[in-house]
Nanobody, 115 residues
Framework: QVQLVESGGGLVQPGGSLRLSCAAS????????MNWYRQAPGKQRELVAH???????NYADSVKGRFTISRDNAKNTVYLQMNSLKPEDTAVYYC?????????WGQGTQVTVSS
């Protein structure tokens, strides 16, 4: 079955950087678009970044210019490079893939931006 495993979260000071990884298994990774979502306490889950199989990308306005999504098809892994982090970036970050109208999610990784 499809499995997504995120890693790389942690505590970082404002202005710092983190790189999240999401390793996929049970799926022909290279043919699917991949997404990063986040959910802050008391808020709805929101789409942060999207990358197509052809490596076209889209970002939420709140992270444009600061976050970069990328993929390594040889490693079945999608990344989210996060720079210039702000306290409002604090959330649980989830990897997602949509296959045949079904959503698959990882377990999430906590990112906390605080001094």
């Amino acid at each position: 079955q499809v499995q997504l495993v995120e890693s790389g979260g942690g505590l970082v000071q404002p202005g710092g950087s983190l790189r999240l990884s999401c390793a996929a298994s049970g799926v022909i990774f290279s043919i699917y678009a991949m997404n990063w979502y986040r959910q802050a306490p008391g808020k709805q889950r929101e789409l942060v970044a999207h990358i197509t199989s052809g490596r076209s990308t889209n970002y939420a306005d709140s992270v444009k210019g600061r976050f970069t999504i990328s993929r390594d098809n040889a490693k079945n892994t999608v990344y989210l490079q996060m720079n210039s982090l702000k306290p409002e970036d604090t959330a649980v970050y989830y990897c997602n893939v949509k296959i045949m109208a079904l959503d698959y999610w990882g377990q999430g990784t906590q990112v906390t931006v605080s001094s």
